[in-house]
Structures are given as C-alpha cells and as structure tokens.
C-alpha cells in the first residue's frame, strides 16, 4: 500500500484540487465588458434581462434579482410577512444563512432535523417541531437534491404556512419532473462562485406570486414606493419610503455575467452529473464509506458530493481522514457544522443534541471536489486518493 502524504509519501497530485470553482470563459469576460462600456452599470436593461433569463430557465413567474442569496433569503422572509414573535422550522444543517434570515426580521429559528438518506428535512420532524407561532418552513435542497417538496407543502397547507425554499444548492434540480423554483411559495438563488451559475455574488428570489415579487422590488431598493417611482420618473424629484428596506440592487456587471453563465449551466449540470457518476461506480461498495443517493423521484443538481464514513471501520476520525485527504492534495471541505453549535446560536439559547439524525451524521460526512471544470484526471485523482486513505485507515 502506498504511503499516505500525510506520513512523508507522495502525494496523489501535485496541486491542491479545490472542492469548488467558478467557470469564466471569454463570453463571460465580453459580456461584462460590454455593461462596462455602456451607461447603465447598475439599476439597468441588464437586470432585466436576467431576471427574464432566470425565469425562463427556472419557469418561475417572476424573478428579483439582488446581490447575494441571503439577501434573497431576507427580502424572501421580509416579503412573506414573518416578523417578531414567529417561529420558523430551518434545518439543523445548512450554510447559517438559512437560519440567520429569520432572525433578520426578528423571528425564531426552530431546527428540525434531517431524513437519513438525503439529509432534508424530514417532514417527521417538522410535523413534531410546529407550534401555534410556527409561519413558515425554510426548506433546503441539501447538496443540490430536492427535498420532500409534496409530503413539506401538505403541511404548510394544512396549518397555513409559507414555505421558503433555499434554493442556493439546487438551481437545474428537478422533483417528480418539476423544476426547482416553481415548488413553492418562493424559492431563493445564489449566485456565489461556489454555486452552479456566479455573477461573483448575487442572489434572487422567484416566485409566482405578483404580490410577493413587487415587495422584494421595493424591499431590494430602501422601500421605496415604486409605483409612485415609476408615474413621476421623467419630471419630478418625488419618492417615498413605504417600508424600512436596504440597498440589496444587484448591479447590470453582474446580470451580465448571470445572463452569459446560465446559457451554459445545463452543460455544466450534465457534467456534474457525469462526474457524480463516476464518483459512485468507483466508490459505492468501499466498506469504510457510503455514497450519496439520489431519490428515483429526484433529479440533483450536484452542488456537493458528500461522503459519509463508516466510522466503524476506520480506526481514525474524520477529523485525521480530512486531514490525510488535503495533505494529498484532495480539496475536501464538510458541508456543514450544525447551525445550533454556533457560538451565536448557543447565545441565544439553542443547546447541542436535540436533532439525533443531524449531529450524527456530521461527524460522517466529507464533501469530495464537485465542480464542472474538474477534468476526468481531476476526478481520477479524487478516487484514487479516497481509496489510499480510507484503505490506509481501515480496520
Ligand atoms: C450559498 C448559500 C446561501 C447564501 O448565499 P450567498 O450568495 O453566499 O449570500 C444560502 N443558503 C445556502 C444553503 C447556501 O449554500
């Protein structure tokens, strides 16, 4: 067996191999450059054109662009009328964003934990978590797979619920064949570099609901009345704040990176599926892990590819297994730490060991390099270092 970089040996590449990166090509470079020869570099044509791009791909109503996925998540939250004295049902495990939102517009985070086999929210639990203040669910499609949309929406229908489904992971993802963003009430993008499509940071909040879509445009811009905005644009200075909302505009640079990427991202999709393919037939079956599922009602959309070791046939921790993999130049990350351990959340009062499935399954997961620019070296190298190092550990 080969020595592990870890202990002195060679390590599988020569150059780290990050678990995530952009993909910028020349279009991308000259749709930015035409935005900046042009006169509107914010509040522009382009903002438009990708909202209309976004929503035609998604098929979403209507689309609102602003400039990251948490503010998506807080106009979504701000325009679903939660504030003070609500609960929300938010996943023990997500990126923070997803629960932070709530406390945004001063409402209460309630976790909930997770199915087994995908890591969603399990209805289950949701169902034991409600309570007369719960108003709404924040839903994430783990890892780019679908949650149990149908089996969520049941309950929000019967206890009156809006669902709010954080869509970052899973933009291209489809649930019994329908696409992500017309799931529910309103679903949420970002568009950091890390996701399927980047504009460098942005986000935006889709809906089919008129109502909703015309607050996150005025939420997005101080709470500026905008239809008042609108009626005295050519000859008068008037405007007027109806609500308290902030700057979240995301600029006509960045739609123009968003409109160029998205007309790629179905592509880039097939490639991440490829190389979860991959990832599987090489790995499934290796006693000292498990592999992700993918539902038969599902279609991911592979934003992450999380592994989860079989602790009882390793005779080291994650913690050595993560470390073993880096010094072999594997970018490995883990996707994520309980939002309840945070320091901030401990404050506030949440305690650990209250979401079994969750905590559990944290101290199992690695998340292996997914992005579409791996090559099928890249991805070669992924396996052969997971093999020598869980190998190396096995009992
Ligand atoms: C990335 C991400 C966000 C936040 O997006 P930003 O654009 O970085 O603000 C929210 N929720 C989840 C699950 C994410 O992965």
Known sequence: MSKLALEGGTPVRASMLPYARQSIDDDDRLAVDSVLRSNWLTTGPMVKEFEEAVTQYTGAAEGVAVNTGTAALHAAMWAAGVGPGDEVI????????SANCVLYVGATPVFADLSLDTLNLDPDDVQRKLTSRTRAIVVVDFAGHPCDHDALRAIADQYGLTIIEDAAHSLGATYQGRKV????????????????????????????????????????????????HTRNKTNSWEYDVVDLGF?????????????????????????????????????????????????????????????????????????????????????????????????????????????????????RMISLPMYPGMTDQDVADVVTAVIKVVKNYSI
């Open 90 to 97: 938010v996943p023990a495990i997500s990126f923070v964003a």
């Open 181 to 228: 963003g017309t799931l529910q009430d309103i679903t949420t993008l970002s568009f950091h570099p890390v996701k399927h499509v980047t504009t460098g940071e942005g986000g935006m909040v889709l809906t089919d609901d008129p109502g909703v879509a015309k607050r996150v445009r005025s939420f997005r811009h101080h709470g500026i009345d905008l239809d008042l």
């Open 247 to 363: 700057n979240y505009r995301l600029p006509d640079i960045n739609c123009a990176l968003g409109v160029s990427q998205l007309a790629k991202s179905d592509r880039w999709l097939e490639r991440r599926r490829a190389i979860a393919a991959t990832y599987h037939e090489m790995l499934h079956g290796v006693p000292m892990l498990e592999v992700p599922v993918e539902r038969a009602d599902c279609l991911s959309a592979w934003h992450l590819y999380i592994i989860r070791l079989n602790l009882e046939n390793i005779s080291v921790s994650r913690s050595l297994v993560f470390s073993a993999l880096r010094a072999e130049n594997i970018g490995v990350n883990v996707h994520y730490v309980p939002i309840p351990w945070m320091t901030h959340y401990a404050k506030l009062g949440y305690v650990r060991g209250k979401w079994p499935v969750a905590e559990r399954e944290y101290e």
